[in-house]
């Protein structure tokens, strides 16, 4: 044999052995496959944000009704679309006929019923991505920090109940919904209060006209317009969860006065059966009895049945995805610069112009040398003041950097909590890293 021979033969002997060792043990294979998804997976999430940089993160929205924290959680999920929404708002301005794309999460759709919001979130995309790698990473500890930012609300008499919102404690955890089915009325507040150190605390106030119930038909952009269904979120406190779409709301009657655009029907309409994008919403109408139907926990119920509504997993799936996708070198999606990511995807790349040559190098005179003038003082402007964002009043204390902005609370002592050591436990970190939440003064681990 000669030793050509040889290596064909020695060849042929191991990739048999290695078939039989592949089909001997499909366990171990799959083991190895699993083992390197979680590394992956690992490596793709963020730092873990600390218990002070997490109160800074959620304080623009703890004082927010529960089911609106959910939908802005869920819809921190797609930074792009919430930048497009905001586009989409501003056109809607001149074009009352535009409709919200079909590609568009229901979460987003259900945002643009709060265009204030989605400027927010558009405008600071940072803590919108944030946000998100909060959620897919860390959720109980996102819940566990608006509830402990809550709680000092309460006992400093900051938000509490009455005709606009109601604040009712149950099972040590404090929770905020709308008094009306119909509308819901977003707390205007300084975020800073929670925060930096020597803020004069003082009761929230609201922004004057109320936003529409975002599972109501009557809403601007109701989300059935372009899923089909409605689409329903609420914070589930006890297990610490956020869930999202998929709510059958299919004991909901309308009164349908030739309603449709596409086909002749007069009567009542289940609501799921509506095509909501051939509906004339000026036609529509509801009963009140049939609004009390649009309950939160109604809705929490029915939309925890379907798991594929947990926005936990629903994130992490779309954060290991993105991160895989767009991973540079060295980068991983904790690095990744948000801002220039979302927004080259929504800049079109021009066309090749053909620019003219730079001119040739032209000796210039020396500068002349500065003389010692003093600075000029800036003229004084009396400017209108913006709009203020969801959350903030317009003062004139410094702004902060960023969504983030000083992550030192300065406080003192912890805030007094009832919650022992249940609620104040940390959640599963990024990369499989287990990490309490701990506040001034000691408080207890899960």
């Not at 643009?112 to 989605?118: M, S």
């Not at 509308?183 to 109320?210: N, S, T």
């Not at 939440?437 to 681990?445: A, L, S």
């Amino acid at each position: 044999m000669t030793g050509n021979d040889m290596l064909k033969a020695g060849a042929a002997a191991l990739a048999l052995l290695l078939a039989g060792f592949g089909s001997a043990h499909p366990v171990f294979a799959q083991e190895q496959v699993a083992a390197a998804d979680a590394s992956a997976d690992a490596a793709a999430s963020p730092e873990p944000l600390s218990a002070d940089e997490m109160e800074v993160l959620v304080a623009r929205i703890a004082l927010y009704p529960d089911e609106l924290i959910a939908v802005i959680t869920a819809a921190a999920l797609y930074p792009l679309e919430i930048v497009e929404a905001a586009r989409f708002l501003d056109r809607y301005e001149k074009d009352k006929s535009l409709k919200p794309k079909d590609s568009w999460d229901g979460s987003v759709v259900s945002l643009l019923n709060y265009p204030g919001i989605v400027k927010m979130m558009s405008d600071d995309l940072e803590w919108t991505q944030t946000l998100g790698d909060a959620i897919a990473y860390q959720q109980k500890d996102v819940l566990v920090a608006i509830q402990q930012l809550r709680e000092e609300a309460v006992a400093k008499g900051v938000i509490k109940t009455d005709d606009k919102i109601q604040v009712v404690k149950e099972n040590d955890n404090f929770v905020i919904k709308s008094a009306s089915p119909e509308v819901i009325y977003v707390p205007q507040y300084p975020p800073q209060m929670f925060y930096e150190p020597d803020y004069v605390w003082e009761p929230i106030r609201y922004y004057p006209d109320p936003y529409p119930y975002y599972v109501y038909p009557g809403a601007t952009f109701f989300a059935g317009a372009v899923t089909g269904a409605i689409w329903a979120a609420a914070v589930d406190w006890d297990d610490w969860g956020v869930w999202g779409g998929g709510w059958n709301g299919n004991d909901i009657d309308i009164d349908c006065n030739n309603c449709f655009s596409n086909r002749d029907f007069n009567g009542n309409i289940n609501i799921n059966d509506v095509d909501w994008k051939n509906v004339d919403r000026s036609k529509i109408k509801i009963d009140r009895d049939q609004l009390n139907k649009f309950d939160q926990n109604n809705i929490k119920n029915r939309i925890e049945k379907n798991g594929d509504n947990a926005v936990r997993d629903r994130a992490r799936d779309i954060k290991k995805n993105d991160s895989l996708a767009n991973r540079a070198p060295g980068k991983t999606a904790g690095t990744r610069d948000v801002r220039k990511s979302t927004l080259d995807g929504l800049k079109a790349k021009p066309a090749n112009v053909t620019r003219p040559a730079k001119p040739a190098n032209i000796q210039k005179p020396a500068a002349r040398p500065t003389a010692n003038r003093p600075a000029a003082k800036p003229a004084k402007v009396n400017r209108p003041a913006g709009k203020p964002k969801p959350a903030a009043r317009v003062d004139n204390r410094p702004k902060k950097p960023s969504g983030l902005g000083n992550v030192d609370r300065g406080k003192a002592t912890k805030v007094s909590s009832n919650r022992g050591h249940k609620s104040m436990g940390g959640g599963q970190r990024g990369g499989g890293g287990h990490k309490q939440i701990k506040r001034g003064g000691g408080g207890r681990g899960r």
